[in-house]
């Protein structure tokens, strides 16, 4: 090979690798790009392990928390007052007061009832939701079933914001027991001592002040529930979502827990009042206090079902707005359907392949067409406006 062979072969094998080498800017471009999603995938998995990883940090925290602190974490605690001051004991005999609260270890309920020489039956009806308002009297004991008001921990669409559960309190000669199912705030008011007036060793005005704070526990729920309906409705107005009548349902499912726990013990107070269960009919004190209990159950019960009835009302009337604006755009659609209708109709005729079609033969035909079609859909526009 001579030497200008040579030199063509070189060039030629240097255009080949220009050929070659010319797409490599776009692919490494390409692969930046790859990089750059692949990058930004690990960040999003990243941070939400990190997120995985810090609630379950949380948790490990407060159960340890709890668990440390043995008087507040303790499932059954012994309370009475010393030198006026509100404490909690390690012995039974010390206290007046027992409060029992989930979650419990086995053979621990039929160890208490048996140390205060009260029925089984007692306890454990305390601590099934679905137990209605009741009281009994056996041997020396007295139980007192009402339903109290507390926040759901079911946070589901489909659930009630709040429900009701009951509360066990059981009367003996020297000691008071209430037993609920779940942390109740009435109880734990006076856990931390901040109801004025309150000794666990006036009994008597001990359940009164339950069925006080009680109430006082379903008004404010009832206020909240009205706030959280009023604020619903203002954006019902604004919005179809079914956000919003999801909460509404939620609501009215809790007036509806309100309105039958309300009712249930507003009829055990009567009965209690009327048997004088308490021994109070001769304490003055007591038994206006007592009436002014029952009168307040009896406004909550009200609120209630005025509640129910407007939020009642304010599902219908939404129903009727959401029914009226679809009435009212279907109606649009079928005069825009009816106003398109027309030029279609007049193309359609003039897209046929026929010979005797009438203009074909005009010079100007086409924007003829076009002119009558525009004018006869703004003909049916005005027609539609002259009849509203």
């Known amino acids: 090979m001579n030497f200008q062979g040579l030199q063509a072969y070189d060039v030629c094998l240097q255009m080949d690798l220009e050929v070659i080498f010319l797409p490599l800017p776009k692919i490494s471009f390409l692969i930046k790009l790859v990089v750059l999603v692949y990058i930004c995938i690990f ?16 948790n490990l925290v407060v159960l340890f928390w709890r668990r440390i602190q043995g008087n507040k974490c303790s499932m059954i605690a012994y309370i009475g007052k010393n030198s006026g001051e509100l404490r909690e004991f390690e012995d039974l005999n010390d206290a007046v007061w027992v409060n029992v609260f989930p979650p419990f270890e ?43 008001p507390i926040l759901n921990d079911d946070s589901k669409d489909s659930e009630a914001i709040y429900i009701t559960v009951p509360i066990g309190i059981i009367l003996t000669a020297d000691h008071i027991i209430t037993v609920c ?54 954006e019902l107005y604004q919005s179809s979502r079914n ?50 209990i029952i009168i307040d159950n009896s406004q909550a019960l009200e609120m209630s079902n ?30 825009v359907t009816i106003i398109l209708l027309v030029p279609s109709m007049v193309a359609s005729f003039y897209g046929m392949n026929l010979d005797y079609l009438p203009f074909k033969s005009l010079k100007y035909a086409f924007p003829f067409i076009i002119l009558t079609s525009i004018l006869l859909g703004f003909g049916v526009v005005y027609y539609f406006s002259r009849r509203k």
């Open 181 to 234: 199912s779940k942390e109740n705030p009435i109880l734990e008011k006076f856990y931390e001592n901040k109801v004025k007036n309150f000794d666990p060793a006036d009994i008597s005005l001990f359940v009164l002040q339950i069925f006080e704070q009680n109430v006082f526990r379903f008004l404010e729920c009832l206020k909240k529930l009205n706030l959280k309906r009023n604020l619903i409705e203002q």
């Open 306 to 335: 005025v509640y129910t009835n407007i939020l009642g009302g304010t599902m219908e009337a939404y129903a009727s707005i959401v029914s009226n604006n679809l009435n009212v755009i279907i109606h649009r659609l079928t005069i």
């Open 243 to 292: 956000s919003e009548l999801q909460q509404l349902l939620r609501i009215e499912k809790s007036l509806v827990y309100f309105v039958s726990s309300l009712s249930a013990n507003e009829l055990v107070k009567m009965k209690i009042k009327r048997t004088d269960l308490l021994r109070i009919g001769h304490e003055e004190k007591y038994s206006d206090l007592f009436e002014d």
């Open 43 to 58: 960040a999003i998995l990243f941070f939400k392990v990190i997120k995985l990883a810090f609630s379950y940090f949380v």
């Open 106 to 148: 086995h053979g621990e309920l039929d160890g208490l009832a048996t140390a205060l020489d009260v029925p089984l039956d007692f306890i454990t009806d305390s601590l099934d939701i679905d137990e209605r308002s009741r009281y009994e009297k056996e041997d020396n004991s007295i139980f007192i079933l009402i339903n109290s």
